[in-house]
């Protein structure tokens, strides 16, 4: 898929998923800017980076006014520690959802008129923290659950110059792994119980980033990807006796 000439806006694209998000929109010819408030560890090849605070309303308008154009925004940034409901205050859990939820709809009204201009899309990453019970991750997959409700609403609202659809996101391995899953052995044995055997790694989701930001994609919009390995056996099959051999 050939994005030459087109320019992409990677938020929080300096690491993990959101590096893998430009590296892919780099192969595909696209001319990659990431932003985050700190310059990546290691610089991702041909792509460029900005400081911009996402929670900074008027910083991410300032960043976008500058820009010559935008085609396409990936709304990547986000994340949260584990952080039980009942052990922070709401103060806390709010800024979790303000990271996962309020900033990515603050940077797509900043990027707007560069987006209805260019007849672009923009591409949310979700999670499947959204779509389940996530304990330990509570204001995470809230924050999730409206990003993906709020992507399908923009894709109404802003049809037909923009398009809008959401990659569903599984557990993927990236350089941080062990902080959410152990050591290696742990993370093999995470990785069993995904259907296809194996985390996704960040290119995988680069490339259905990059997928859905193509015109192959045209006619998608309003549309929620799954990029999970085919999900999470349901706990209730291994437990179950019944139509087992003895």
Same mark, same amino acid.
């Given at each position: 898929?050939?994005?030459?000439?087109?320019?992409?806006?990677?938020?929080?694209?300096?690491?993990?998923?959101?590096?893998?998000?430009?590296?892919?929109f780099?192969?595909a010819?696209?001319?990659?800017?990431?932003?985050?408030?700190?310059?990546?560890?290691?610089?991702v090849?041909?792509?460029?980076?900005?400081?911009?605070?996402l929670?900074?309303?008027?910083a991410v308008r300032?960043?976008?006014?500058?820009?010559p154009?935008? =085609?396409?925004l990936?709304?990547? %940034?986000?994340?949260? /520690?584990?952080?039980? #409901? @009942? *052990?922070?205050?709401?103060?806390?859990?709010?800024?979790?959802?303000?990271?996962?939820?309020?900033?990515?709809?603050?940077a797509?009204?900043?990027?707007?008129?560069?987006?209805?201009?260019a007849?672009?899309?923009?591409?949310?990453?979700?999670?499947?923290?959204g779509?389940?019970?996530?304990?330990?991750?509570?204001?995470?997959?809230?924050?999730?659950?409206?990003?993906?409700?709020?992507?399908?609403?923009?894709?109404?609202?802003?049809?037909?110059?923009?398009?809008?659809?959401?990659?569903?996101?599984?557990?993927?391995?990236?350089?941080?792994?062990?902080l959410?899953?152990?050591?290696? =052995?742990?993370?093999?044995?995470? %990785?069993?119980t995904v /259907?296809?055997?194996? #985390? @996704? *790694?960040?290119y995988?989701?680069?490339e259905a980033?990059?997928?859905?930001?193509?015109?192959?994609?045209?006619?998608?919009?309003?549309?929620?990807?799954?990029?999970?390995?085919?999900?999470?056996?349901p706990?209730?099959l291994?437990a179950?006796?019944?139509?087992?051999?003895?």
């Amino acid at each position: 898929m050939d994005l030459g000439g087109r320019t992409v806006v990677v938020t929080g694209g300096t690491r993990g998923v959101g590096a893998g998000i430009a590296r892919a929109f780099a192969r595909a010819g696209a001319d990659v800017v990431v932003c985050a408030r700190r310059p990546p560890e290691v610089p991702v090849e041909g792509v460029g980076f900005a400081s911009v605070d996402l929670r900074d309303p008027p910083a991410v308008r300032d960043f976008f006014d500058a820009l010559p154009r935008v =085609d396409v925004l990936v709304n990547n %940034a986000g994340g949260s /520690p584990y952080l039980p #409901l @009942a *052990e922070s205050d709401a103060e806390r859990h709010a800024r979790v959802i303000e990271l996962n939820l309020i900033a990515p709809l603050t940077a797509s009204l900043a990027a707007h008129r560069h987006l209805r201009r260019a007849k672009g899309a923009v591409v949310m990453i979700g999670s499947v923290s959204g779509t389940r019970p996530s304990p330990g991750t509570a204001a995470y997959g809230a924050a999730k659950a409206g990003l993906e409700n709020l992507a399908r609403s923009m894709a109404v609202e802003w049809a037909p110059d923009v398009r809008v659809n959401t990659l569903v996101v599984g557990m993927v391995r990236t350089e941080r792994s062990h902080l959410h899953y152990g050591d290696e =052995d742990a993370v093999a044995a995470v %990785a069993r119980t995904v /259907p296809l055997g194996r #985390l @996704a *790694e960040p290119y995988d989701v680069g490339e259905a980033a990059v997928f859905l930001a193509s015109d192959a994609a045209a006619y998608i919009s309003g549309a929620s990807l799954l990029v999970h390995g085919g999900g999470e056996r349901p706990a209730f099959l291994d437990a179950a006796t019944a139509n087992k051999e003895s």
